[in-house]
């Protein structure tokens, strides 16, 4: 795979507490240079400036890292993303109820976003996967897809029990049916691991290093 194709793979992402306007600045400059999909940044770090001319499209997280947030809340927050310039929302479940296999619930909270952010916004709901057994991987990849989201993502890649695996890729890119897109993210470094994430069934990759990626450098540890 070339590195145009497998860039358009990739949402570039920088989530860091700490992270500053000025390294907004340089994820963009380097996602506009690469050809990334999108940019990916926490909400309040909008709106996000891309260069006129450029495709580059601008995700925001919503009830980011734990997901332990009232689905109104959550609703809101991707409600004020969208009026401030994001087109894609990162949201995160209630990872507790996919362990206690509380599909219903998800399926609640997930619709609850959804509404506050309709299409052409495109929705990606994180399951958390490296902290779900089999069950609760599918029974949540399936409540997104009734709620009616547009992607099922692994990981925050914040999570202690790990990021994205090629397990969890499959299944729930076999969940899904091919009715929604796949997105890996978290602890995806190296080119080696974008393209097996890609074989496994991912759409589309979260990164927090596209060029080490694709200078195939590989990224710093401590990324995302």
């Known amino acids: 795979m070339d590195n145009p194709t497998l860039a358009k793979y990739m949402d570039a992402t920088l989530l860091k507490p700490e992270a500053t306007s000025a390294d907004v600045a340089a994820l963009v400059a380097d996602a506009v240079e690469f050809g990334t999909y999108s940019v990916c940044v926490s909400p309040s770090m909008l709106p996000v400036e891309i260069p006129e001319g450029s495709d580059v499209k601008v995700a925001v997280v919503t009830g980011f890292p734990s997901g332990k ?15 401030r310039g994001a087109h894609e929302i990162d949201m995160v479940i209630d990872v507790a109820a996919a362990v206690e296999h509380r599909f219903d619930d998800i399926e609640a909270d997930v619709a609850a976003v959804r509404a506050a952010a309709p299409a052409p916004t495109v929705l990606k709901v994180i399951i958390e996967s490296a902290a779900l057994d089999d069950e609760g991987i599918v029974g ?34 076999d969940a899904v049916e091919g009715k929604l897109g796949v997105k890996a993210s978290g602890g995806i470094r190296t080119r080696a691991a974008a393209l097996e994430m890609i074989e496994a069934g991912a ?19 401590s990324g995302y």
């Open 140 to 173: 949540a990849s399936k409540a997104a897809a009734n709620a009616g989201a547009d992607f099922v993502k692994t990981s925050t890649g914040f999570h202690p029990a790990g990021g994205a695996s090629v397990h969890a890729v499959r299944l729930m890119a």
């Open 69 to 83: 947030h009232l689905s109104q809340v959550k609703a809101l927050e991707a409600e004020f993303a969208v009026a």
């Open 203 to 221: 759409t589309r990759l979260g990164v927090s290093s596209a060029r080490g990626i694709l200078e195939d450098e590989g990224a710093d540890a």
